[in-house]
């Protein structure tokens, strides 16, 4: 910087992509080394990712099956998932009827679910702050949500599940589903 100078300009290299990964700020900040004044010297640039992730669909947001069947959401894109990515899902209380506990799963899908043992006496996955991951690998169109439940042959009536899922474009994505005895 020369005598007398009060601003320099100082080029910010980044790479650019076609994935979308978000924006981003490349800070900048500039030390006086000796015998300089200095006001601001924090700076920094944002930089907008101009490419979106593959909007998504589901065939139905609410699904019925029994204990033999389970529960099935399909996901769809409308372009292939650019990248290998995780969508997570929020167990929520369901609005009506009677959620699902930790006595309507084997212990492996609890502990997948919550990682945590399986309580007693029983918890819904709501109540003990359970999420699903699902793995969306990348070049794929669509992702299926399985929940899979025993069947204990008690009879229980209806068991609700509710699910929020918040997807990578900012969407908000309500999935909810009943399972009957038989």
Do not use: C, K
Not at 105 to 124: F, H, K, L, M
Not at 129 to 146: C, L, Q
């Amino acid at each position: 910087m020369t005598p007398g100078a009060t601003r320099f300009d100082i080029p910010v290299t980044f790479d650019g992509d076609d994935v979308p990964f978000g924006d981003r700020f490349i800070g900048v900040s500039v030390v006086a080394e000796s015998n300089v004044v200095t006001g601001a010297y924090l700076g920094g640039l944002f930089v907008i990712d101009d490419e979106r992730w593959p909007t998504v669909t589901v065939d139905a947001a609410h699904v019925t099956g029994t204990e033999a069947t389970g529960l099935r959401w399909t996901l769809h894109f409308d372009s292939p998932m650019p990248v290998d990515q995780q969508l997570y899902l929020s167990f929520m209380t369901p609005a009506h009827g009677r959620e699902i506990d930790s006595d309507d799963v084997d212990d492996d899908t609890w502990a997948q679910w919550t990682y945590s043992e399986r309580p007693t006496p029983a918890q819904t996955p709501s109540d003990s702050f359970g999420a699903i991951f699902v793995e969306v690998p990348a070049g794929a169109t669509s992702a299926t949500i399985d929940i899979g439940v025993l069947s204990d042959g008690v009879a229980e009536g209806d068991e609700h599940v509710a699910l929020l899922m918040y997807y990578l474009d900012g969407t908000m994505l309500s999935l909810s589903g009943v399972i009957s005895d038989s």
